[in-house]
């Protein structure tokens, strides 16, 4: 008897113990320690897995749907009609998260590991709301809204079941993409990279057996998605509250007046990516606009090729900015000029390498990339021109994203905000119109206003962001001398 209530005893605390010491064991980064280089590819190299497998959300649903016999084509355009909604609610993820996220990093940075913890429960109480009124909303009006960015009569009927079972997957969709940046600020980048690689997985699994095995089509593509998007949610909180270094709740209505100024930086950071996303939908809907009317509805399937393939070549581009944006925020956050601008150096040549690369390969090798979504020759007939027309000036474009990764992690609302604002709303869709029909250029003119913006929008950012951050950082050196 006292051999066994000394077992059961010795077994509780090696649980307890156990239960102490997860945190210390768990892999983690360490952003004051190590080379700045080996940080940032620890942090970048599970995030770019990470976002590969994320790609298999939308285009594994997008390659499955080109393959329905006899609509596979309708209705691949008829889903890219519904991007501009998706990209609206991943906008709203990422508002809470991207702009929760540094301001995190850089209390941590401070060791006011507190004031993080509260920066952290705000973003999940934010997001968690605006998730709920985002479904209600877009369940309400989504055949006005699918009417809007182009749907006709006949690609409605894909469009709209799609959207509808979307959209009941909204708050587990925001919990998976907008607490992700939490646990990659942690340093935990590889339980980052799992909690995206579940739902990937799961996806690549069930799309097949929703779309063609049960024969839902189109709507087994929604269905697989929003259970993929379940797995992923769960297991997000479930490291978030149980294993981390530092656990997320939501607010209790007490601390809400205490944390009225937390969410106002969160919203005031967060609204450059949030704008860019944003505004990356505008676009998308201005384009299917002008190109319904220029090119039919074939077009609508060209153009949802042309954004898959940039959602494909883009993917390691994201991955490297926020692999770097945690290391950026911390060294900031701790005086450390020297680390930030090594990091920023590090992250602009692996970019810029990366794009390099991958442009000579859309340039020279168009229909390669093509053929992942879709082999119908009428399609990609349309399809290559368009492609090369839209990635004429892909390179300028890694000067966008490194000057507003930057400005995002160093705590630059406005600058990030006026650039975000910039190359989309005042430089691209005054193109997407003027190009076609006051320069009749047609369909060429929606493709070529891309390129003419990222040479435009993408100079000016980068410039800015070198004549305001490099001689802040050289006063921050002197300062710690």
């Not at 941590?108 to 909303?137: D, H, P, W, Y």
């Not at 509808?164 to 646990?183: E, H, K, Q």
């Amino acid at each position: 008897m006292h051999l066994f209530t000394y077992l059961a005893t010795n077994a509780i605390l090696e649980r307890k113990e156990k239960r102490k010491g997860t945190n210390v064991k768990m892999k983690r980064i360490d952003f004051e320690k190590g080379t700045v280089t080996g940080n940032i590819l620890g942090a970048a190299l599970p995030m770019l897995v990470a976002q590969i497998l994320n790609l298999l959300y939308n285009i594994v649903d997008r390659v499955y749907i080109a393959r329905i016999p006899e609509v596979g084509t309708a209705a691949l355009g008829a889903v890219g009609l519904c991007f501009p909604l998706i990209v609206i609610i991943s906008a709203f993820a990422n508002l809470f998260g991207s702009g929760g996220a540094p301001l995190f990093s850089i209390c941590r940075g401070k060791k006011s590991g507190q004031e993080a913890e509260s920066i952290m429960n705000t973003s999940f109480s934010m997001l968690c709301f605006s998730a709920v009124v985002l479904m209600i909303l877009g369940l309400l009006f989504a055949r006005p809204l699918l009417v809007l960015f182009g749907a006709s009569r006949d690609t409605l009927v894909y469009a709209y079941p799609y959207m509808m079972i979307y959209l009941i997957g909204t708050l587990p969709s925001m919990i998976a993409v907008g607490m992700n940046p939490f646990i990659n600020a942690q340093g935990y980048s590889t339980v980052g990279m799992l909690s995206v690689a579940i739902g990937a997985v799961a996806n690549l699994l069930l799309d097949p057996l929703f779309i063609f095995v049960l024969g839902f089509g189109v709507r087994g593509a929604a269905i697989a998605t929003v259970l993929s998007q379940c797995l992923s949610a769960v297991f997000v909180l479930f490291f978030l509250t149980r294993k981390a270094e530092l656990k997320v709740r939501l607010l209790r209505k007490k601390e809400f007046s205490g944390c009225m100024g937390y969410a106002k930086n969160i919203v005031s950071l967060g609204t450059a990516g949030f704008i860019m996303q944003l505004t990356n939908s505008l676009v998308t809907i201005c384009c299917n606009n002008v190109l319904s009317v220029t090119g039919g509805d074939i077009y609508l399937s060209v153009m949802t090729i042309v954004s898959s393939v940039r959602q494909l070549v883009e993917t390691p581009i994201y991955a490297m900015n926020e692999g770097t944006s945690p290391i950026l925020s911390y060294n900031y956050g701790a005086h450390r000029p020297a680390r930030v601008r090594q990091a920023g150096i590090m992250m602009s040549l692996m970019i810029l390498g990366y794009t390099a690369i991958i442009w000579s390969v859309i340039i020279f090798a168009p229909g390669a990339l093509i053929r992942i979504f879709s082999s119908d020759a009428v399609l990609m007939q349309d399809a290559v021109p368009a492609l090369k027309q839209y990635f004429a000036a892909f390179i300028f474009m890694d000067l966008q994203y490194i000057g507003q990764t930057v400005f995002k992690s160093l705590n630059k609302k406005k600058q990030a905000i006026f650039f975000s604002l910039l190359r989309k709303v005042f430089i691209v869709v005054p193109l997407t119109y003027i190009m076609p029909y006051a320069l009749h250029m047609g369909t060429a003119g929606v493709f070529l206003a891309e390129p003419v913006s990222n040479v435009i929008g993408g100079s000016l950012c980068f410039i800015t962001m070198l004549c305001m951050v490099l001689p802040e950082l050289k006063r921050m050196e002197k300062c710690s001398r």
